[in-house]
């Protein structure tokens, strides 16, 4: 694994790096690399078995630079010129919850470039009666010290070990809290006004995203509610079965890191793509 | 302007003072006469001589119940005579458009006959959450706005802005203020060294918006003094002020029983959800991520989440440590005020009088001894020891007279 920095028409991108093989874009979310870890977790460990997994760090977050404006509109055009940037014409793409809006935006205005698209507890849909929890609210203490009504928006068991690593009461690592603290900036920037965590029009652009596409949720996700995948999985045309895992909440991949993982494995070799595999074998023959 | 009414038991069943406190708890028939309340103990202040009439806009609390300080202010310029009515401050980004907030401070300033002090602020965490204001992004929008108002007031209309967040074709608002070049600029802040820079390349005033008053005050006008210095301007006393409380009666011991239930009332009630670590804090933290993360990183470093905040004060020995609420007689409030006059030079000073369910003739007993007893002392006193601090301000001051 790797971490490398790029230079993006004059500002600094973290990327974390890890595998070989077919280039596979991922997009972090609140509870994930570059939002609390300081790099990639079990769950891109694994996927990166069978991909070259490339997951860069949003704008603002560990030691991505800033953007001086930064809507969801800017931050496409961010993910383009680093693509550019990067060389990658074409790639597999996988986004968790803010990095899930993003990619589904992506996907929407570039479907030539994406080969297969994964949601897991995206949000950036507007679904009536089941709004986005709020992050923010819920990431205030309670009591100056106590992080649990925010560990159980992200997870399943707020007090397992999961939840109290990523997210303790009190004064964390110093580190994390920052890390923490920069994905918070950076989604206040881009999802909180106006809307929420959502993009009206997205919803009827989702016809464009033609290519295979799998949506994960936690069944128990108390942030972005399952209606959302289940919005997701009926709009996306080329969807195949929604994935509703059982005991997990919307850090579903922190939660349950193989069985997310190896289920996005299984969709890929069910939705053959041409560029991608060819890259895989030539990579895993050579 | 805190709500009164609150029943006994609020602490143990409302987890909140502020955003989400039930407004079922709002009583209309008890709150009858409630704003003349607020609206005459203002305008008694100006009659016994304060130099100002402070006021703030709050959204969806129970610690001040003024989402629009300037329908108060609007009364204010017509119950008043003397004093400058200071409004701090217009909460910008809530405004779809700044304009519409110079055009009520152009108005308030020409109905006060050019007594408006103009006050801006960019909202915290409440009207994040309230107006669904987010607070990273307004920043920018903040300053622009203020740049905007102050075109609009001292540049010729109609010019067009070409703002980034506020782009306009036409700005030509009628009235123009009485003030010129325009009514003295105002903005609150706390500690962040980005929101002094920004004050002090617009040569406006600095409000620090802390309640406490120890080492860190001083440290604040240190911070400022170099800040202004480094943008070729410099510090005099009349370019800051601070916020406290004060109650003044005949003796300490009498001062402290009066006061009693008007500041636990405040201090457990109303700065619940703002400073009481009890419930959830809302003015500060990572869920209003509004400071640059470097900053917050020395925040982090230089804070500890167990230190007790103003309202977690059990006993009246905390809260005299912390010098935000002064209690006691004329002598002790003079003396603790000079106090931190003497350390912190700061030449503004904005006291609540009226804090939680004090009752009116209480808290208006206590004005009238500070206007008699206290500020006199004050005044002469910080004038001497300013133009000590300040020759060249003292000297400039004799050559204009």
Redesign the interface.
Known sequence: MSMRVVDVRGRTVTLAEAGNGAPLVYLHGFADVHAVAGELLPFHQRLARHAKVIAPAHP?CNGTDELD??SIDDVIFHYLELLDATGLARFDLIGHCVGGWIAAELAVRHPERVGRLTLIGACGLFVPGEPIA????????????DSSSLRSLLFAEPDGPVAKRWFPD??GD?DE??R???M??FG??VG???P?FYHRELRERLYRAAMPALVITGERDRMVPPAHARTYHDELPEAARLELVHGAGHAVHLEQPDKVADRIVEFHKQHRDEFADAQFDATTHA | MAYPHLPADFDERYDTGWVTVPNSLWDKDKSRGLYQQFIDQLAYADEIGFDGMVLNEHHQNIYGLMPSPNLIAAALTQRTKRGKIVILGNLLPLHLNPLRVAEEYAMLDNMSDGRLIAGFAPGSGPETFNYNVPSAPTRAQFWEAIDLVERAWTEPGPFAHEGRHYPLRYVNPWPQPTQKPHPPIWIPGSRSRDTLVEIAKRGHCYFLSSRSHGKETARSQQLFAQILQEHGDRYTPDRMGILMSAYVAETDAQAQAEAKEGVWYFLKNCLKGHLRREGRQLTFGPGIPYIAPAEFRNFLKGSDPTTPLLGDAETWDDLQESASIIVGSADTVYRRIMDILTHSKVGNLLIQFHLGNMPDALTRKSMRLFATEVAPRLRADSAALFDREFPDTARAREMAT
């Open positions: 603002g404006s930064c709020d992050v923010f609210m819920h990431a205030q203490p309670e009591r100056g010290t009190g004064r110093l809290e920052v923490r603290y920069q918070l900036r206040s920037f909180f006004k106006p929420y």
